[in-house]
């Protein structure tokens, strides 16, 4: 399934202007797109300056965290979490490419297919939404991360969840948030997440509702 072509070269556009504009302050603005809905549920924009980072001395696995409250709020209960595992380096990854082949900045073209077979970490992620009909948890399938690390870690998304959400949107993350009590409460969701952008099927749905 592919991201909406005009979406995406709006996110392209707004990724070069803020790697241009310099230093900004950490965000996560990102539009979710559900086109199995109608009406303004169909379209939500999520904006906040919760954008976590963190990658260990020495380890090529780093972690993305953004969390957002209700639409039209930048401040409140967080109800929507994106997490995601990428290579330790800028450069533009794709979903389910094994993250152990990156070094350096890299650009990844088709790489899904040496990932199939490959007990290693890949890269991958999940969406939780913690309000409305569309609450729990769906797994990242497929689609790119683009990022720049430095004093702070710049990038975009276009991104497809197993219930065909699509997130498309940019992101200023500041390095050294502390994930471990998020992936200590998400192990399982972690593991279910690289086996789903692997294309391997889990032993539960790759959607969880409640």
Not at 42 to 52: G, P, T
Not at 132 to 153: D, F, M, N, P
Not at 183 to 188: A, G, S, T, Y
Request: with cysteine.
């Amino acid at each position: 399934m592919k991201i909406r072509s005009s979406l995406a070269s709006v996110v392209w556009t707004s990724l070069l202007t803020i790697v241009a504009s310099g230093c900004s302050a950490p965000h996560a603005t990102v539009e979710l797109i559900h086109p199995f809905e109608f009406g303004r549920q169909q379209s939500v924009k999520l904006d906040s300056e919760w954008a976590h980072y963190d990658c260990n001395p020495g380890e090529s696995v780093a972690r993305l965290l953004c969390e957002w409250p209700l639409p039209g709020s930048h401040y409140g209960k967080k109800e929507y979490e994106l997490y995601l595992q990428l290579p330790a380096s800028s450069g533009v990854f794709e979903v389910g490419a094994p993250i152990e082949s990156f070094s350096g900045d890299t650009i990844a073209s088709d790489s899904s297919s040496q990932s199939l077979g490959s007990g290693g970490n890949v890269i991958s992620g999940f969406l939780i939404q913690r309000t409305g009909r569309l609450r729990g948890l769906t797994h990242i399938t497929a689609g790119q991360v683009e990022i720049k690390c430095g004093s702070q870690c710049r990038g975009m998304l276009s991104l497809v969840c197993a219930d065909e959400t699509e997130i498309v949107g940019e992101f200023v993350a500041r390095p050294g948030y502390d994930m471990t009590a998020f992936e200590r409460d998400h192990q399982v969701d972690i593991a279910n997440a690289k086996a789903v952008a692997q294309g391997k099927p889990l032993p539960e749905p790759a959607v969880k509702r409640p």
